[in-house]
């Protein structure tokens, strides 16, 4: 899953970024209002934390232009103005959260994943798929009950292609929610993940379909 922050403090924003890495998030990070307008309206993510006093363009205006476009991307808050009529405000604007610094790094994850678990699949965290199931909260993926053993990148994989079961999804996209702008991304290294979890999916039926020239796609469960 893609994020970005949009935060004018570099050490608050470094912070932010690692935790979130950690956690196995593609992450992006830029530092005004301007700037993050032009990603938003030029790339896809799963989630925006946004930062209000931002240079030159501050947060409700951010939140006002991606609203006006369409976007539904959820956004979340984050920011030193803890006055009720900035709350009041950003919420009607169309922010989905709203968190004040100071604030504890394990609550804005929680926050995080409940966002963009309400984004991608309705609220619930956990995503059935025929005997596979992925608990998205506890990063946890089971075959017919069983435990599987996967690495971060296989578990992105797996999430993007559950979210769009039945749907065709191309390599561009696949390494897009599993890496952020400035990483290197190999498209040999997607093609290893998806054949590594092929390998781990087949043996009970789980199929992942190569469609030539086009992508991958996890077929919907009869």
Known sequence: MRILIVEDDPTLADGLTRSLQRANYAVDCVHDGEQADHVLAAQSYDLVILDL??????????????????????????????ALADRVKGLDLGADDYLTKPFELPEVEAR???????????????????????????????????????????????????????????????????????????????????????RKLELAGVAIRTIRGLGYMLEKDS
């Open 112 to 198: 995080v994943r409940a966002l963009i678990r309400r984004g991608q699949s309705g609220g619930s965290s956990l995503l059935t798929h025929g005997p596979l199931a992925l608990d998205t909260s506890g990063r946890r993926a089971t075959l017919d009950n069983v435990p599987l053993e996967l690495s971060a990148r296989e578990l992105g994989v797996l999430e993007v292609l559950m979210l769009r079961s039945g749907r065709v999804v191309s390599k561009e996209q696949l390494a897009e929610q599993l890496y952020g702008r400035e990483d290197e991304v190999g498209i040999n290294a997607i093609e290893v993940y998806v054949h590594r979890l092929r």
């Open 53 to 82: 006093g931002l240079p030159k363009l501050d947060g409700f205006e951010v939140i006002r232009r991606v609203r006006r476009r369409g976007a539904t991307v959820p956004i979340l808050v984050l920011t030193a103005r803890d």
